[in-house]
């Protein structure tokens, strides 16, 4: 081991991910397909392999199925069930209740049994809905020099994207004195903005990086840990229950300052926006050199026939792409067929469910196809999606409000959450951008394509 101490890593994936909204209709957030052929939960699982550490215990509760399916028994990441362990903790009944997982915070004290287990000295605390690489030594060994009574990892982000997290303010000695969740309110942001001294201690030049955000990512000595639950046991929530408490009586809160990329693809522009980033001349993380594991489908290479242009572009295996197409700005999924004469920009495509060549042979009912002389632009396509041939989508085909008629007139439904706790729909438009992202069909038709021949959205 690279420290004295024995770490367990408990990662919290167990969130509906509602702000996704179709593609997290009927799947875990972070079971979802980003960059191609990888889940998002790959990358935390990624992190904790390369950073040595012996357990993960994963916290699932919204549709545990399509996260543990991937997962397995872990052995994708090194998890052989004798050196090193991985464990999925369902919702799941205790005496005459059923136990469900409230919030961050509440997860890990439903889950203290389990956790009491390995007898950790310092739990790893891990949100599974971020893409990034770290190796999590360093971070470790910050809280064992401060003694800390919890490190928050924090990351540094433009004044645009405060409000989405947690604001952290801190001193010269990386101390946290300050902390609110998600503020709204532009006096209260400024008041977190780093100033010069600080910026220059954490080596960040950047002009238009100016506050430090938690990534939702704690370390905390599990005897301390298991006190605060204790003592605090109306707090659900790690940012909004848990860490205020903790700091109110505790100068012993620090931040470990994380300053390469990070991620949150918790909604569907963020989630878009990766994936062009990945696909780009420059991506923010060299996947060739970072090699992130995941299930691996038995599958040929993809297939380009002639005359194809391809322009910042991700494919994946059993991708069949057709002549005379033009494809710029765009990730590709598993089996995702394009027939001739398409262009495509700024496009993610989650491609196929099934493995379409079992038994060799393609049966075409699990597979997203985009029909010939298609245009696409700024579109998401869940799985087992059917583009009809010569249709059209852009957000410069009309306003949101006429998009969504057009969309309607095919019989499908808006995204929306139903009073009794549920969801519905097929598609959702996001508002600032004009993308497109129709959910996942259970196979695809090619009868009846979920956008016929010829439309324009």
């Not at 009491?116 to 690489?133: G, M, Q």
């Not at 069949?320 to 001739?340: P, R």
Request: with cysteine; proline share 4%.
């Amino acid at each position: 081991m690279f420290r004295d101490q024995y770490v367990l890593s408990f990662v919290m994936a167990g969130g509906r991910g509602s702000r996704l909204e179709v593609l997290t209709k009927d799947r875990s957030k972070s079971a979802v397909s980003i960059l191609g052929h990888y889940r998002i939960f790959d990358f935390v699982a990624t992190n904790i392999e390369n950073s040595g550490i012996p357990v993960m215990l994963v916290a699932t509760q919204f549709e545990p199925g399509t996260l543990s399916m991937h997962i397995g028994d872990g052995e994708i990441w090194g998890f052989d069930g004798i050196n090193k362990v991985m464990e999925i903790n369902y919702p799941h009944e205790e005496g005459r209740h059923f136990i469900t997982f409230k919030g961050t915070a509440d997860s890990v004290r439903k889950s203290i049994d389990r956790i009491d287990r390995y007898n950790p000295d310092i739990v790893l605390v891990l949100a599974a809905d971020h893409v990034y690489i770290m190796d999590y030594s360093d971070a470790l060994k910050w809280h064992e020099l401060n003694n800390a009574d919890i490190t928050i990892m924090a990351n540094v982000v433009p004044e645009s994207k405060v409000s989405n997290f947690g604001a952290i303010k801190i001193d010269e000695a990386c101390r946290i004195i300050d902390f609110v969740e998600k503020p709204k309110d532009k006096d209260v942001i400024d008041n977190f903005k780093l100033t010069p001294k600080i910026k220059s201690l954490l080596g960040i030049t950047d002009p238009n990086l100016n506050f430090l955000v938690s990534m939702g990512n704690y370390i905390f000595y599990w005897d301390r840990l298991k006190h605060f639950l204790t003592e605090y046991p109306d707090g659900m929530d790690f940012g909004l229950n848990i860490i205020p408490a903790i700091r109110e009586r505790s100068k012993s809160v620090f931040a470990y300052v994380f300053d390469d990329y990070w991620r949150d693809v918790g909604i569907i522009k963020d989630y878009f926006d990766c994936n062009m980033e990945f696909a780009s001349d420059n991506p923010p993380i060299d996947l060739s050199r970072n090699q992130i594991r995941t299930y691996e489908r038995h599958l040929p290479g993809a297939r380009i026939s002639c005359k194809t242009n391809f322009h910042n572009v991700i494919l994946s295996a059993g991708d069949l792409i057709g002549k005379d197409c033009e494809i710029s700005n765009c990730v590709f999924g598993y089996q995702v067929v394009v027939h001739e004469g398409c262009k495509l920009d700024h496009c993610v495509f989650l491609g196929a469910s099934r493995n379409e060549y079992h038994n060799n042979r393609i049966r075409l009912k699990y597979t997203t196809n985009i029909g010939k002389g298609s245009n696409l632009s700024h579109v998401i396509l869940d799985k087992n999606v059917w583009i009809g041939e010569g249709v059209n989508i852009s957000p410069n085909n009309g306003t949101i409000e006429e998009r969504v008629k057009s969309l309607l007139k095919l019989g499908l439904k808006p995204y929306r959450e139903l009073e009794d706790d549920t969801v519905e729909g097929d598609f959702s438009i996001e508002p600032q951008t004009g993308i497109l992202v129709i959910g996942k069909q259970r196979e695809a038709d090619p009868k009846r394509p979920i956008i016929p021949d010829g439309y324009r959205i």
